[in-house]
């Protein structure tokens, strides 16, 4: 299974634009890239999923570079609310979990 | 919408008790999985089933047993507590098992002492 590294935390504030980088070196060719949030109290809740290039939907976008190696989860003009753990996967089977990152949003 | 339903919610316990925590969804879903997270951690892998009928270890299976009862239900039973099984336990499912878009219950938190 393909090794994540992801920062342990980072801070931002109200409106601001958030990056999360995973670093995932040896990805699998038919592996897919997943990204997780969970709030305290709650289990984790699917966000975002990409193979290659550039996916973005209601709540996020995910840009993965062309060797795969690693990807972007960006998330526009957070708000309070985003305050979460954000988790990367890459995993065709199994769902393993890193320690993710844990975003603090500051008003 | 019940999705991912977990019972109890909270469950204290001695050390050498048993227990099993009961664990269904209402998605038709193929795949189902146990994790733990403990205080600031990441959830880790404890069993999981692909299909039913089919079971396999995750990351940490020792101390536990599963059992994939039917299609909606997969409990995970604690044999003999032990103050390190002090966690959040999480049961999510998934649709197929190359599917990495899975759906969590709300936990279940467990206290051994």
């Known amino acids: 299974l393909a090794k994540t590294t992801q920062p342990i935390s980072m801070d931002s504030y109200e409106g601001q634009e958030v990056n999360i980088t995973c670093s995932h070196n040896?990805?699998?060719?038919?592996?897919?890239i997943t990204w997780y949030q969970q709030f305290p109290s709650q289990g984790p809740r699917f966000i975002i999923q990409?193979?290659?290039t550039k996916v973005t939907n209601e709540v996020a976008s995910l840009f993965i570079p062309a060797d795969r190696k690693s990807s972007t989860l960006s998330l526009p003009r957070v708000s309070l609310s985003d305050t979460a753990v954000y988790y990367c996967?890459?995993?065709?089977?199994?769902?393993?979990f890193g320690a993710g990152t844990r975003l603090a949003v500051h008003p | 919408n019940a999705g991912v339903t977990q019972t109890p919610k909270f469950q204290v316990l001695k050390t050498g008790q048993s227990m099993t925590l009961q664990c269904a969804q209402d998605?038709?879903?193929?795949?189902m999985y146990w994790y733990r997270q403990d205080p600031g951690m990441g959830l880790r892998l404890i069993y999981y089933?692909?299909?039913?009928?089919?079971?396999d270890k995750g990351e940490v299976p020792n101390g536990y047993n599963v059992s994939r009862l039917n299609k909606r239900e997969f409990s995970l039973r604690l044999e003999s507590a032990a103050p390190s099984q002090t966690s959040v336990y999480f049961c999510?499912?998934?649709?197929?098992?190359?599917?990495?878009?899975?759906?969590f219950g709300q936990g279940t938190r467990l206290t051994v002492v």
């Open positions: 089933s692909a299909s039913e009928g089919t079971t």
């Open positions: 990409g193979y290659k």
């Open positions: 998605m038709n879903h193929n795949s």
């Open positions: 996967l890459v995993a065709v089977n199994k769902l393993i």
């Open positions: 999510a499912s998934s649709e197929a098992f190359t599917d990495t878009e899975a759906f």
């Open positions: 040896n990805i699998a060719t038919n592996d897919y």
